[in-house]
């Protein structure tokens, strides 16, 4: 089946630094990658949605010049938490559809960002 | 605004116990559901996705669900629980013309052997 692979899948950085995390679709060529940040004990929060070769759309209340989203290719988004904090501090999640289908999208393994 | 209530937020079940975990939303439209699982250290999975037709949907493991449109209810059964199926629950639901997903808080099952 689909498979995606996200990585890192934990991180350590200072506040003030940058993190880049990568969210990849294996065997499928990926249209549309969404980033979900789940806080403990909440559920999944849709941060943005990524379509290839366009910018992405940024959820109310997500800062777009804090979370950088580059959809380059059918295979490869990433999400770059810019100028870190502790209070970003969460579990990054991103998700790929294949082709326009709504079929139930396959999820990347999480990302754990821990700002000291 | 869109949302997805999970009441039960902790469940613990003995193995061979019936599970039923609930899931309403508030949307007048025409809606796709969904329930995701997640194993412990493990990613989200689909188990089984409702679109349209036949209300009563069969997934993967032995689960089933059950769309009740005029509940707006969309809750996850399974007649007889294992121990492995210890993990977190999610339902989600999408919107008919958006692929954007509104997930439930979730629910922790603990089975115990």
């Known amino acids: 089946g689909a498979v995606v692979s996200q990585h890192p899948s934990r991180v350590i950085c200072k506040s003030g630094t940058s993190v880049k995390i990568e969210c990849r679709s294996l065997?499928?060529?990926?249209?549309?990658m969404f980033w979900y940040r789940q806080f403990p004990k909440q559920s999944l929060m849709l941060m943005a949605t990524?379509?290839?070769?366009?910018?992405?759309?940024?959820e109310q209340g997500v800062e777009k010049d804090k979370f950088l989203i580059n959809h380059a290719s059918l295979t490869l988004s990433t999400l770059t938490v810019t100028s870190a904090h502790p209070e970003d501090s969460s579990f990054y999640i991103c998700?790929?559809?294949?082709?326009?289908?709504?079929?139930?999208?396959?999820f990347g393994s999480g990302t754990r960002l821990t700002v000291v | 605004a869109q949302s997805v209530s999970q009441h039960n937020h902790h469940v613990i079940l003995s193995e061979a116990a019936s599970l039923e975990l609930g899931c309403n939303y508030s949307y007048g439209g025409t809606v796709n559901l969904f329930w995701y699982v997640q194993y412990p250290g493990q990613h989200l999975q689909l188990l089984l996705k409702y679109f349209s037709g036949d209300p009563l949907v069969k997934g993967i493991k032995g689960f089933e669900a059950e769309f009740i449109k005029s509940k707006f209810s969309f809750n996850l059964r399974k007649p007889s629980v294992q121990w492995s199926d210890t993990a977190e629950y999610f339902c989600?639901?999408?919107?008919?013309?958006?692929?954007?997903?509104?997930f439930g808080t979730g629910t922790r099952l603990k089975v115990l052997a």
């Open positions: 998700s790929a559809r294949e082709g326009r289908g709504n079929y139930g999208y396959t």
């Open positions: 989600a639901v999408s919107t008919s013309g958006t692929y954007k997903y509104i």
């Open positions: 065997d499928f060529q990926a249209t549309t």
């Open positions: 990524s379509n290839e070769g366009s910018k992405a759309t940024y």
